[in-house]
């Protein structure tokens, strides 16, 4: 297999957008919507590397661009991301690995003050 679709299948982010874009071509604007706990920029970055590495093919209109998974780029591992997917432990352990993956501050919890 390919290391750039090692590299890929080794991201939860990387591979949560291939599942958004497996079966139908969204905007970037919608990726990042399903996302809302990266910034647009990041998933920005995640879109230009799955393109790079050949794994999405992109459709520019105006000043939009539309995103679809080149499934045939996978090869053999298309199958082995289809079977995952639709496997319901899996998609818990992706949000946990999205949630310790995320950066910053965790939603809900609030920062203590100083006294003094």
Do not use: C
């Not at 393109?51 to 000043?63: F, I, P």
């Not at 496997?87 to 950066?103: G, M, Q, S, T």
């Amino acid at each position: 297999m390919d290391a750039a679709i090692l590299a890929t299948l080794s991201s939860p982010r990387k591979r949560e957008i291939l599942r958004l874009v497996w079966n139908a071509e969204r905007s970037a604007g919608e990726i990042h919507r399903s996302m809302p706990d990266v910034t647009f920029g990041a998933v920005s970055l995640q879109l230009r590397s799955l393109t790079e590495a050949g794994l999405l093919d992109v459709r520019g209109d105006r000043q939009y661009r539309f995103y679809r998974a080149r499934k045939q780029a996978l090869g053999p591992a298309a199958k082995l991301l289809e079977s995952m997917w639709n496997d319901a432990l899996h998609r818990l352990k992706i949000a946990a690995e999205l949630e310790a993956a995320r950066r910053g501050p965790k939603p809900g919890r609030q920062r203590k003050k100083k006294k003094g």
